[in-house]
């Protein structure tokens, strides 16, 4: 039984005949149910299904990510930022022995039209800390020294996604620390521009790599590697994406507790 809302020219929730009103991001909307539906159950469907379940789970395990990433374009289409991120990625999933299996460098986590920046090589400054150092506009278009950088990470055997707060275009690094639980555990990164009005650029795959510092070679890269505790002007630390973030009196934004130097720096992918 559908309930009527806001009088007679409202919109209303429920079925009514066979047709279903419901709610959808502040919007009244109908849908028709179905017509006569015969399950076969084939083997292909079956097989089907479960892919679908499994994109959905995946999807889900991506969630906070994505409500970053893909608000705006999904909100374009009409659809939730998981729908959208499924849609997109439809041809990096498959299943193998009942078992999903990801075409993670190629999945892309965002999509829109700001501009992106070119990402470096990621350092190591410990087991759970990654230090990445970025072009701010490497194509020269317009943008604002404000857009947000975002880094994202992803570890297979926890099946888990982590990102890290945002840091302006114009600091040109992102210090990332991740789970305590990753150390010595393959993570793959990607990362992502957000501008103001909430749009995003395209995700970059940054690549992959094992989180075990004692076991990368040394490397030292004066450019690379910033002290932030020597340096105040050059504050771009980021914990990760669970820090309380609170803007300074020149309203440059910082990390509560996110302070990380590095004596040394190793190479990570």
């Not at 490397?219 to 630390?237: F, G, H, L, N």
Request: net charge negative.
């Amino acid at each position: 039984m559908g309930k009527q809302q806001s009088g007679f020219n409202g919109g209303f929730s429920g079925r009514l005949g066979n047709v279903v009103g419901y709610n959808w991001r502040g919007r009244w909307c109908v849908r028709t149910l179905p017509g006569d539906f015969h399950d076969a159950r084939s083997e292909q469907q079956l097989e089907q299904r479960r892919l679908f379940t499994e994109m959905v789970r995946f999807a889900g395990s991506a969630r906070r990510v994505l409500r970053i990433a893909l608000d705006e374009a999904s909100r374009n289409v009409g659809l939730t930022p998981s729908n959208y991120f499924i849609k997109m990625n439809k041809e990096c999933f498959a299943l193998q022995d009942g078992e999903l299996t990801v075409d993670l460098p190629e999945l892309r986590l965002s999509d829109g039209p700001v501009a992106p920046v070119a990402f470096d090589a990621p350092q190591l400054l410990d087991d759970t800390t990654i230090s990445i150092s970025f072009e701010k506009n490497p194509l020269h278009r317009n943008c604002s020294q404000d857009d947000e950088i975002y880094i994202v990470a992803y570890c297979p055997e926890y099946k888990a996604f982590d990102f890290s707060d945002a840091t302006a275009r114009r600091r040109k690094q992102v210090v990332f620390q991740l789970n305590e639980a990753w150390a010595g555990k393959e993570v793959h990164l990607w990362g992502f521009v957000v501008d103001r009005a909430g749009r995003a650029s395209q995700s970059l795959y940054i690549g992959s790599g094992v989180l075990d510092f004692s076991a990368a070679p040394e490397y030292v890269d004066d450019e690379d590697v910033v002290d932030v505790e020597d340096d105040a002007s050059m504050r771009v630390e980021v914990s990760s994406a669970d820090s309380e973030h609170n803007p300074d009196a020149d309203g440059q934004d910082t990390v509560r507790g996110g302070g990380k130097s590095a004596a040394r720096a190793a190479p990570f992918l």
